[in-house]
């Protein structure tokens, strides 16, 4: 398992969370939930540094057959702009269900709907970060794929 500070992003039409683990990749914990907007990029960007990540992981949307959904170019093209912006590897990696598993969990802890909208992108952020993070310690590889830097610019 690599070493170091890394940033899990849920991109969604209207917000994004985020979430970070700790420097031996073992626990994944949410950060905040940024409005999506013209910002979104510079204030990622910023959380990088502030935490000195050394990744990214960003949840790329798909069908349960695998195939690509109304929002998987919406995330590639949040990644291929991150990537354009900061020094560190973006990696888009799959996060089917992982809103679905938010809101189950939050459900399940008693919040509904309506007061969880608030921490559901990070939630499911957190999710993501954590399925890529115990990808990579058993199949001794990273998750996903790296995005070309120069794809968003």
Known sequence: MRSGVRLG?????ARVGVAVCDRDGLLATPVV???RGEGTLGELRGLVADYDAVEIVVGLPLSLRGDDTAST???RTVAAGLAALVEVPVRLVDERLSTVSAQRALHQSGRTVKTSRPVI????AVIILQNALDFE??????PGMVVDRHEGR
């Open 73 to 75: 170019e919406d995330a």
């Open 33 to 35: 939930t940024l409005s």
């Open 9 to 13: 992003v849920d991109v969604g039409r």
């Open 121 to 124: 992108d990070q939630v499911a």
């Open 137 to 142: 310690r058993s199949a001794g590889r990273p």
